[in-house]
């Protein structure tokens, strides 16, 4: 595995070379598909803010009004005010936190599905030089954070702000001159908001990424639970997660303490500004200048404005973490397959009408290509094979000799960098992908087996199949005695990756979901290697069947299996270099020789 490519990736990923809003930009698109949630909650915001400004008032009016009239008939009414305001408040906050969460919620869940779906329709080379735990930390924690953004953060950080406001507001209509003096103080809040801010982005940036590579360091372990326990490297790999979980630790722990000193000077330079306007405040009643009522109004209108700024201090730390999880899941975004449709797609001409066609099915021209991780060495070079329709060609020879490359062309997870590729004549870049694919069976070497039950495995090769057709396939496949005798028979649940079967059932399974699929054009990538003796056999047999009338290609390291092959195709350093019948072969010595005395001589 290529460890080099995430690690760039995650070192570029924490550089905060951007403004931690802009990458929230791209939530806006998700928010105004929901007008009505948006408008209840200003809505609703406007109230309870609006009642939380009208609160002192009414404390003054209590204060000022009520303690000045004799008998308790009169106070009654200014706590009756009180207790009103108060409701406002709660029903309208109550009806904000609705909105906003279920605003939240609704815009995680289609960001989550857009970004899957995104995924999906990436190229096979991103999944290559990408780590399937970094994928899953984005699509889990990254998104998270934005929930905590969009269903609390926004709606905390504009409540502060129009509270902020309309206490400065009132804070000047009721004392100019002590708003004034608390004025003065607003410069030494806001720059311990700037310096530390701008170190929190960074930080956040890097928090997620080193538990994003935790994450894919447990996925890949967890994946690999035989191997793990098969060399007792238990201690080992509880080593290696525990260092990265160590460093994913030290990098929230720099963010936290980074952000613990920005609340607190926040805190203290806010309250230290109120104490000594409050001080200012007293002396003005003691000498008669301001009324007891109005100092309590000036100072609730304080109280609000210091807790909202602080709020906002809290909430501008959350927001820079969301927007470097932002930043990240628009990494991914951005991500572009270089594997695409054409802008208008040739299309295929049907089955029927290409058999009436002299076209060979499949053709390679003079094809080179290389990996992009290994740009260096060929995989393919100078490589020319016709296909005819209906013909069953397998390919051999030595390990890295180009076999598996022929098939990731012809599914065109890659595009060749010389010579085309095409099927029934027409260039495969001209092609739209999936309607290529639906053309091809591929029945891989390390079956993929889903955490369903056996009839939805197999009905994975056709969605539509019936439970008869899924049957018939899997009895085509010898695939149906053992199912059949599972505890819920095809409905029984086959474990992750399918470890309650063994490994010659698992890949029986995968050939019985390309039966199904009942394309024209068969790729069998060693589909025997794990079966025994009687299973191969009657598995051969089937294929006989299977074939009849449609185009195959058998990549095989085991010659016995492909003795019936119309075409040997031998293949070495990316190159034909030999190719015919079994006993064509072996009359010409070489390389097929070599490996057919080999074996069968074992």
Known sequence: MNDAAPAEAATQSAKPSRNALRPLRTLWPYLRRYPWLIAGWLGFLVVSSSSVLVLPVAVRLMVDRGFSHAGSGAIDEWFLLLLAVAMVMALATAGRFLCVSLLGERVVADLRRDLYGHLLRLDIGFFERTRTGELISRLSADTELLRTVVASSMSIALRSTITALG?????????????????????????????????????????????????????????????????????FESERYAGAVEDAYGAARRRIRTQAILTASVIVLVFGAVVGVLWLGAHDVIDGHMSAGTLMQFVFYAVFGAGSVGSLSEVWAE??????????INDLLEETPRIVAPATPQQLPSPAVAARANDAALAFEHVRFHYPARPDTPALDDFSLAVKRGETVALVGPSGAGKSTVFQLLLRFHDPDAGSVRMDGIDLRELDPQALRRRLALVPQDPVIFGADARDNIRYGRLDASDDDVIAAARMAEAHEFLAALPEGYRSFLGEKGTRLSGGQQQRLAI??????????????????????????????????????????????????????????????????AQGTHEQLVAQGGLYAELARLQFAA
């Open 319 to 328: 927001v820079q973490r969301a927007g470097g999880g932002m930043g990240r």
């Open 512 to 577: 019985a979901r390309a039966v199904l699929k009942d394309a024209p054009i068969l790729l069998l990538d060693e589909a025997t290697s794990a079966l025994d003796a009687q299973s191969e056999r009657a598995i051969q047999q089937a294929f006989e069947r299977l074939r009849a009338g449609r185009t195959t290609l058998v990549i095989a390291h085991r010659l016995a299996t492909v003795l019936r092959a119309d075409r040997i195709v031998v293949m070495d350093r990316g190159r034909i270099v």
């Open 167 to 235: 206490a400065a507001t009132m804070l000047v209509v009721t004392s100019p001159r002590l708003a004034g003096m608390a004025a003065i103080g607003i410069p030494l809040v806001v720059l311990p908001i700037v310096v530390f801010g701008r170190r929190v982005r960074g930080m956040s940036r890097a928090s997620q990424d080193r538990t994003a590579d935790a994450n894919a360091r447990a996925g890949e372990t967890l994946n690999a639970m035989h191997t793990v326990q098969s060399y007792a490297r238990e201690n």
